[in-house]
Nanobody
């Protein structure tokens, strides 16, 4: 059974930084494309960033490009999201996810088959 556990969220001020972590159980982490999504109250879950199995390619939503950096350490079964220059509009629950088999569109939450329970990020102005 695959389990994903996020950590690192918190309450920060605008302009601050946070680093989220996602630890994945199971021996297949290094084989999978992974992503980060976020969801604010009353809004749909939205794509934030994604990374290929070997970190050879990364993808970002326009709203976070240049501020957020996704990375992974396959030896530790862990994925990260470094968030700099945080804005109040970044406030949301942040979720890591594993993309299922098949080369499905990375920015669609429907392409992902395993999800963590999320970690809350709140940015005050």
């Amino acid at each position: 059974q695959v389990q994903l556990v996020e950590s690192g969220g918190g309450l920060v001020q605008a302009g601050d930084s946070l680093r989220l972590s996602c630890v994945v159980s199971g021996r297949t982490f290094s084989s999978y494309f992974m992503g980060w999504f976020r969801q604010a109250p009353g809004k749909e879950r939205e794509f934030v960033a994604a990374i290929t199995w070997n970190a050879g390619s990364t993808y970002y939503a326009d709203s976070v490009k240049g501020r957020f950096t996704i990375s992974r350490d396959n030896a530790k079964n862990t994925m990260y999201l470094q968030m700099n220059s945080l804005k109040p509009e970044d406030t949301a629950g942040y979720y890591c996810a594993r993309r299922g088999d098949g080369n499905n569109y990375y920015a669609s939450h429907r392409s992902y088959d395993y999800w963590g329970r999320g970690t809350q990020v709140t940015v005050s102005s």
